[in-house]
């Protein structure tokens, strides 16, 4: 990925809906916040504006949200990027969801939000004060969300609840398959499995903070450090 913005820009995450629509999100200098788009073989400024953004999903390529700082939350219908009313001015770190009536944002001091289809609320986050980092849904009765001091949340349909991490370490992202098998990582190469029941350990090797987990299916998994590929499932 090479970064076109100037001044250069930190960039937290990046989503894609096909090989002609690949968006990266990030922000640490004025103009703070920026989105690159890559259509094709290059990469250009598709917004600029005055908050960090730090987390990217969408459900097709006219229907993409971005969150960031001071409760930011942005959506792209196709053709332009509009602010949305958030009702916070915390700052959100992530965003994922299973469809355009089920989308949630989580972020600082155990914030939670849920979009559904026209309006953002505030949902309760079990009394869960930690601020919280990844995000995972699987579908409307099944999300995860990650964050410090081992906090592991999960929404059934109706409520959001924290589940046994049995860590305490900072966890980034959650990803998964189905609803009996998910990923969670974190500091000094935590990573934990989720088989439906209970999260459990699993050795990485390094000790250092992973920052990401993806994969393809069940049996090809990675956990990486800044895009560096350092573990598999």
Partial sequence: LENTTSPKQDLWQVWGSDASNVWAVGGTQAPS?????????SWTVAYSGATPLTGIWGTSASNIWVVGYAGTILKWNGS???????????ILYAVSGVDASNVWAVGEAGTILKW?????????SGGITESLF????VDASNVWAVGFKG?????NGASWAPQASNTTVFLSQIWGTATNNAWAVGDTG?????????????????TLLLAGVWGSDANNVWADRKSVRVGKE
């Avoid at 309006?119 to 309760?124: C, G, S």
């Avoid at 935590?190 to 029941?197: A, C, F, S, V, Y």
């Fill in 134 to 137: 990844g995000l995972w849904a």
């Fill in 33 to 41: 916040g920026v989105i690159l788009k890559r259509s094709g073989t």
């Fill in 80 to 90: 332009a990027w509009s602010p949305q009313t958030s009702g916070t001015t915390k």
């Fill in 116 to 124: 559904n289809g026209s309006t953002w609320t505030a949902q309760p």
């Fill in 190 to 206: 935590t990573i934990l499995r989720w088989n439906g029941n209970m999260w459990a350990a699993q050795t990485s090797g390094p």
């Fill in 151 to 155: 906090t592991i949340l999960k929404w």
